[in-house]
């Protein structure tokens, strides 16, 4: 029986043996937390805590009263030594809490189980997901809240959890599926629950075949959850590929998924919605993966939120002496770094990838040669040449014309492109630049 695709898309090496059969190992705390007070989209947290303030694990030490918005929380018990800016993976600096960790692991009195969550409203589930800080752990980072909350007049029908982990390198979700199988059930079951789904998909891209038959095995005897396994394609587990795969409906241009009546959740956002419900935990600590051949010893570790990369990259032997690059995220939709200090791990910080020469080939930019490759790769749709050209030009009202705004960034056009021409980079461009001018209107 053929496997479930979607249109377009590429087959890049994969590249997860390295870390793939590796258990996830519990990463040691840092010295000092860096917690930084915008880890979503939306309106960044102001501090609710001051220099010199003793804090404990789980104590919300951010917030914003913006509905798009998710709180933090500190990740160690001690106290606050700064409040200042610090490095973040999108290149601009953010405001961060700084804690000198005590290693007590105090937890917040305000910490608790709920031992009665099955019996809770959804206006009640999605207040605790909101205190809890959680956010699109795929590395959209949404608030979670926000995405459970739809217009009332759009009923969902459908709540996806991405298993499809289709970004070569990561294995963090794979590994969560293998080990937390319950977990990422309980948390699916819970979004439904709030959205009034009637049905529930958990999608795997089918170079998992373990993860399919562990997940297969949690969701025995439920009859409104099935376990869909998908072929394996860059990008699978983009949102609308997804939805399209599994549903057969389509997402609108410029539409959101509730208006298709769908939901989509990351496995590991599905892990924190199920301890934030019944362990009252809030979202401090996640799953990353570290490879690439530019790391010593690869592995997947469970990191607390704020541990500075370079910490992270110690417990994993260093760096080898022919690293090229360091890239957070995978290689196809991450972003490469200028260093590592004073950065730390977010809440959407999936992997840290480290490569070397080997892997890493810089490449002059020539002219298009209208092969069309990268329009026939491309999974929405648009003519990525033609916006790439566009903004070449600094015409961004026409790239705005060639549809430039449906771009996922998912990286097929640059990486098929023998040009070697970087669309990608240059539809974001594109996009920022039309976003910036909408706003101002």
């Known amino acids: 029986m053929s496997l479930k695709t979607f249109k377009g898309g590429v087959h890049p090496g994969y590249h997860k043996g390295a870390t793939e059969q590796k258990p996830i190992a519990p990463a040691t705390p840092p010295a000092v937390a860096i917690i930084p007070l915008s880890q979503h989209i939306g309106a960044p947290c102001e501090p609710l805590v001051a220099v010199g303030d003793e804090v404990k694990m789980g104590q919300k030490i951010g917030d914003s009263k913006g509905f798009v918005s998710a709180p933090v929380h500190a990740s160690v018990s001690g106290k606050v030594v700064k409040i200042a800016q610090c490095n973040s993976a999108l290149g601009r600096p953010v405001d961060a809490v700084f804690i000198e960790n005590d290693y007590q692991d105090a937890w917040h009195e305000s ?3 709920n031992p009665d969550w099955e019996k809770m409203t959804p206006d009640e589930l999605k207040k605790i997901i909101r205190e809890a800080g959680i ?3 795929g590395g959209a980072t949404f608030p979670t809240h926000v995405k459970l909350s739809p217009p009332a007049d759009q009923k969902i029908d459908y709540v996806l959890v991405n298993g499809a982990e289709c970004e070569p390198y990561l ?8 080990e937390r199988p319950e977990d990422i059930v309980c948390g699916l079951k819970l979004a439904m629950k709030i959205v009034a789904a009637p049905r529930g998909f ?3 891209e089918d170079n998992k075949p373990d993860a399919i038959e562990t997940m297969k095995k949690a969701v025995a005897g439920e009859e409104n959850i099935e376990v869909a396994a998908l072929h394996t394609k860059y990008p699978q587990g983009a949102e609308k590929q997804l939805i399209k795969v599994l549903t057969g409906r389509e997402v609108p241009s410029g539409g959101l998924p509730a208006a298709v009546g769908c939901l989509v959740q990351n496995a590991g956002t599905c892990i924190a919605i199920a ?3 019944r362990k009252g935990l809030p979202l401090i600590e996640r799953i990353v993966t570290v490879t690439g051949s530019g790391i010593k010893e690869p592995r997947n570790l469970l990191v607390r939120v704020g541990t500075p990369v370079a910490e992270v990259v110690e417990q994993c032997g260093g760096f080898t002496a022919n690293l090229r690059k360091v890239i957070i995220g995978g290689p196809m939709m991450g972003l490469a770094q200028p260093g590592v200090d004073n950065l730390p791990v977010t809440k959407g910080t999936s992997g840290v990838l480290c490569l070397t020469d080997k892997e890493v080939t810089i490449d002059e930019i ?4 209208r092969c069309g490759k990268c329009v026939e790769v491309c999974p929405v749709s648009i003519m990525p040449l033609f916006i790439g050209s566009s903004v070449e030009q600094g015409l961004y009202d026409k790239a705005e014309h060639y549809n430039a705004m449906d771009c ?3 990286g097929c056009c640059s990486y098929i492109c023998p040009a070697k021409r970087p669309l990608t980079q240059w539809i974001r461009m594109a996009k920022g630049e039309i976003a910036a001018k909408k706003a101002a209107k």
């Open 111 to 113: 910490v608790q189980p």
């Open 135 to 137: 956010v699109g752990m």
């Open 171 to 178: 294995t963090a979700d794979h590994r969560a599926m293998l």
């Open 202 to 204: 958990i999608a795997i």
């Open 275 to 277: 301890d934030a419900v």
């Open 366 to 369: 020539r002219p298009c040669i």
């Open 408 to 410: 996922i960034e998912c």
